[in-house]
């Protein structure tokens, strides 16, 4: 299971990368080997701003459909359009380019209450 130890994690199975005062979001390796194979990632909420734990996308594979949860309040800046041809890479990369959605972070303490690697570890029983 990789888990890297520079990300924050939500207990929905969300990772988070912080560069100044934007995040890069995406799902985990747990998420993605759970949901299976990745045929499709619906995100509508670019330009828009949302609370944190707020829904902004959804995660379709062969068997189920699975929200998308915020893990910090901001505004959704860019969606990784590569994701719209190629949303397998979720499952094949999903720390590097199987990332969804970049942030602007209007509440920068709310990263204090993000899960480290070790926490998210034993939240999955890793």
Not at 11 to 38: P, Y
Not at 50 to 79: H, N, Y
């Amino acid at each position: 299971m990789n888990i890297p130890a520079n990300l924050k994690y939500t207990k929905d199975h969300e990772w988070v990368s912080v560069d100044g005062d934007v995040a890069t979001v995406g799902i985990t390796d747990f998420a993605q080997k759970e949901l299976g194979d990745i045929v499709y990632v619906e995100v509508e909420t670019v330009d828009q701003t949302l609370a944190q734990d707020e829904v902004f996308g959804t995660v379709e594979a062969v068997k189920t459909v699975s929200d998308l949860f915020l893990p910090l309040s901001g505004e959704i800046i860019e969606f990784n359009e590569e994701l719209e041809s190629e949303p397998e890479l979720v499952n094949t990369a999903p720390y590097g380019a199987g990332w969804m959605v970049k942030v602007k972070v209007s509440n920068p303490s709310e990263f204090d209450n993000l899960l480290s690697a070790e926490d998210y570890k034993a939240l999955i029983g890793a």
